[in-house]
């Protein structure tokens, strides 16, 4: 084994300052398990329990399976359950990948050593939110670790190895892009971020080639993971993305006031009449009417072949509206960046339709009373969640640091990137405004603001150490 530092310095680190090292993993361990227990067995919200239903349909064959979003969020889940033989274990080891990996990529940038990295990392623990996100059980956890992971083998020194550094290499990378990739689709919007990474870090083919490979195979598993589990385990996937596509049309109707289209959408309810009750109780989100009761069905929405006569038919209102298309876009676009109104933070549950008590777990006061003050603070600092404000911030951030911190400004600047281009997706279509949706570029960007702000912390107090020295002498 090469003995030089490679990427591998993530396990097994060849660098200076132990102290930083331990501490950041004695930390990450008793952070976990203070948020663990507090919020046992996790957040888990109606998604996580379609995830776990989709896992046990695929090892039990109970059925025909039919699964929403994408794969791999259910098999991690289901890893964890075969490992350890209970449910709430994900949350653990989640949240313990959450810390570790974030406090880890905090240091690195900042290269902070001693007290600095203690306060750094003291300030990212002690907010309550990523406390209680570090046991959620939803994808974008999943796709902040997998990022964090990624950012910090890029931003770590890189040297070729042998062989078997490489072939290690491949795997740590193959699997960063597969959870990043696999666990929101969405993400596919940061494709060019990293694409420029690998120009700009990688400056031989040598270096280049295995995370390249890595990329391009974690691609390919990515996407080809749900034809293999049509083929092999019969599974359908349902097409969410047809929900949003759907909002969106009817949205447009309502602005035509064009009769021609009361019977639009009908084939996607209970016949006649579903698409005027849809626009009658049409909403801000989908959840708001426009779906259930009489008007559009969620399931007949999200049925593939539906699905693709939705797509067909929003791009013929289009064509036919594109005033109204663009008028309800730029309406859209206001909501996403929660110019017009704060997204929605209602995600976090005690027990979403006692699912919980039937698998057998049972909510304590202190999980309650947590998660009832997590709701009322990001309900009180309505601030957090409006994107284009949290944006500002990332943007003035990346400022400062070009104008101090020129060595650090160049990790910030892709971390800035990275979280533009993630939420670009949200642009694209959306049916629901929540804060979840947003919390991986909020992450990326409080990164930004905690190294920023402690290196302006340590700037200040040598500047007046300065001064006190020259005073004295």
């Given amino acids: 084994m090469n003995k030089r530092c490679l990427e591998t310095d993530l396990f097994f680190s060849c660098q200076e300052d132990r102290f930083?090292?331990?501490?950041?993993?004695?930390?990450?361990?008793?952070?976990?398990?203070?948020?663990?227990l507090v919020y046992y067995p996790g957040i888990f919200y109606a998604d996580s329990f379609e995830r776990w239903d989709l896992y046990f349909q695929l090892v039990r064959m109970e059925g025909a399976s039919r699964y929403m979003g994408t794969v791999l969020p259910s098999l991690w889940m289901g890893f964890t359950y075969w490992a350890t033989g209970s449910k709430a274990a994900v949350s653990f080891l989640q949240a313990f990948l959450f810390f570790y990996s974030s406090l880890f990529l905090i240091r690195n940038i900042g290269n902070f050593k001693g007290g600095w990295c203690l306060l750094s990392s003291a300030i990212f623990i002690f907010c309550p939110l990523f406390q209680g996100y570090?046991?959620?059980?939803?994808?974008?956890?999943?796709?902040v670790i997998g990022l964090n992971f990624f950012f910090i083998l890029i931003f770590s020194r890189n040297r070729s190895g042998g062989f078997f550094d490489n072939v290690f290499r491949f795997f740590i990378y193959f699997l960063i892009f597969s959870t990043i990739f696999g666990f929101r689709s969405n993400t596919i919007t940061i494709l060019p971020v990293v694409l420029f990474i690998f120009l700009r870090k990688f400056q031989s083919r040598r270096n280049f080639g295995v995370p390249c490979i890595s990329l391009v195979m974690s691609l390919i598993f990515v996407f080809t993971l749900p034809c293999v589990l049509t083929q092999w385990r019969?599974?359908?996937?349902?097409?969410?993305?047809?929900?949003?596509?759907?909002w969106e049309t009817v949205q447009i109707i309502g602005r035509t006031h064009d009769p021609q289209y009361d019977g639009y959408l009908d084939y996607a309810g209970r016949g006649k009449g579903a698409t005027k009750n849809a626009l009658v109780n049409v909403g801000e989100t989908e959840w708001d009417g426009f779906l259930g009761g009489q008007g559009l069905q969620l399931s007949r929405v999200i049925t593939p072949s539906i699905a693709r006569q939705i797509m067909r038919d929003?791009?013929?209102?289009?064509?036919?509206?594109?005033?109204?298309?663009?008028?309800?876009?730029?309406?859209?676009?206001?909501?996403v960046l929660g110019i017009?109104?704060?997204?929605?933070?209602?995600?976090?549950?005690?027990?979403?339709q006692m699912k919980l008590a039937q698998e057998g777990f049972r909510s304590t006061p202190k999980r309650d009373h947590a998660i009832k003050d997590l709701n009322r603070f990001m309900n009180d600092q309505c601030f957090l969640r409006k994107p284009f404000l949290i944006f500002l911030a990332g943007f003035l951030c990346l400022q400062l640091s070009w104008l101090f911190f020129r060595k650090e400004a160049y990790f910030i600047g892709i971390m800035f990137l990275g979280a533009l281009f993630y939420y670009a997706a949200f642009f694209i279509t959306t049916q629901s405004f929540e804060f979840r949706y947003f919390f991986p570029p909020?992450?990326?960007?409080?990164?930004?603001?905690?190294?920023?702000?402690?290196?302006?912390?340590?700037?200040?107090?040598?500047?007046?150490?300065?001064?006190r020295g020259s005073s004295s002498e």
């Fill in 20 to 36: 930083s090292k331990d501490f950041i993993l004695w930390a990450s361990l008793a952070v976990s398990a203070w948020s663990f």
């Fill in 442 to 467: 909020f992450f990326l960007i409080t990164v930004m603001a905690i190294v920023v702000g402690t290196k302006i912390i340590d700037r200040l107090v040598n500047y007046f150490k300065g001064i």
């Fill in 314 to 335: 929003y791009g013929r209102i289009i064509c036919a509206h594109p005033w109204d298309f663009m008028m309800n876009k730029i309406y859209i676009f206001g909501r």
């Fill in 134 to 143: 570090s046991v959620f059980n939803e994808p974008g956890i999943g796709t």
């Fill in 340 to 352: 017009s109104k704060p997204l929605v933070f209602n995600e976090f549950m005690g027990d979403w």
């Fill in 234 to 246: 019969h599974v359908q996937k349902l097409e969410l993305v047809s929900i949003g596509v759907a």
